[in-house]
């Protein structure tokens, strides 16, 4: 009788530490599901594609190079275009570029030269004023190109100080129009016609553009260093022959550097 009592109490004590052991098991299972759908949610999260509200509406303000000249079709080729390719229709990028269009104002800067008659402050287009009416999301300022041209006619002026504080003004307009877009300062890509003009880019359009950015809390996007190796080799494929302006897949290099930014922008 004692053997038989004796061996039920064993029994009954392994039963009590297998469950014991069981539901400790399914304890740590628990936590280690947990913390996996945990992962598998944030990994989910962060590869799935962004996709606004509603239409996020892009005005890409610039010279020429905005207008998309060099490209063997600048409707399909430009960047403004193929940034439309790359973004999908939830955005909207319309192009207000300009050929011949300067950040500098003549009219506010008397005593700066342009490069001929043809030239034109930005500021003083068509094109300025529909991208004002456009009640755009975000604003891509592209210029400087025009500016950097026509240094050798202004070495007797102040065209540092010219391009910084007309570059601020045009920055603030967009800034405090009703739609409140996000603006970014787009640096111009590198080019070969002259090595002056270049230098000149170089050491004075860029700089200012990016004090013009800090001065109105503006990002600002790097084409110039994203096509220098293609302007330092002279590369037909990404440029037009006259050094200035882009071939089609110069244009895909400009939109791609452009999404890579634009694409992280969220709605408010």
Known sequence: MKKTLFAA????????????????????????????AEATAETTEAMTEYVPSRVVKIACVGDSLTYGVG???????????QLQSLLGDRYEVKNFGRSRAFMIDKREYPSFTYSSDKSVAYKNTSEYKLSLQ???????????????HASNKNVDVDEKTFFYESAVALAKEYQNLPSEPTVYFVCPPSRFDAVYRKKYMEDTILPQILEAAKATECETIDIFNATDEYAANQDTQYYSSDGVHLADDGYAIFAQCVYDVVSLYRLN
């Open 71 to 81: 490209a063997s079709d600048r409707m399909t080729k430009g960047y403004p275009a």
């Open 9 to 36: 109490f064993l029994i009954a004590v392994a039963l009590f530490l297998f469950s014991c052991a069981k539901d400790q098991g399914e304890a740590e299972t628990g936590t280690n599901d947990t913390s996996n």
């Open 134 to 148: 456009y009640d755009a999301d975000i604003v891509l300022i592209c210029l400087g190109t025009n500016d950097a």
